[in-house]
């Protein structure tokens, strides 16, 4: 199993930056593609971005895209998700997640606390 601890959510004015940090500890980190993914109140859990077990591939919403970058340091067992121009509409509760390849992470088990962050117009 993989055990996973979301930190770095906070609130930001629109036009902000904030660094989301994602740590892993259990099964080896690096044998495993990881995610974010993002809730707001009364919605469905969204993708965000997604990272291969390599780091070689990755994927964002188009939401996301050229504002929001993913990465991974598998030596330091943790993942992050960068997010620059953040917008109102970026505020949710932002989850980190691993699984055995990208396309597995929608259905995968292995899940953070999540972290809050809030953009304020």
């Known amino acids: 199993q993989v055990q996973l601890v979301e930190s770095g959510g906070g609130l930001v004015q629109a036009g902000g930056s904030l660094r989301l940090s994602c740590a892993a500890s259990?099964?080896?980190?690096?044998?495993?593609?990881m995610g974010w993914f993002r809730q707001a109140p009364g919605k469905s859990r969204e993708f965000v971005a997604a990272i291969s077990w390599s780091g070689g591939s990755t994927y964002y919403a188009d939401s996301v895209k050229g504002r929001f970058t993913i990465s991974r340091d598998n030596a330091e067992n943790t993942g992050y998700l960068q997010m620059n121009k953040l917008k109102p509409e970026d505020t949710a509760v932002y989850y980190c997640?691993?699984?055995?390849?990208?396309?597995?992470?929608?259905?995968?088990?292995?899940w953070g606390q999540g972290t809050q962050v809030t953009v304020s117009s």
């Open positions: 997640n691993a699984g055995h390849s990208i396309p597995a992470l929608s259905t995968s088990t292995y």
């Open positions: 259990g099964r080896t980190f690096s044998s495993y593609a």
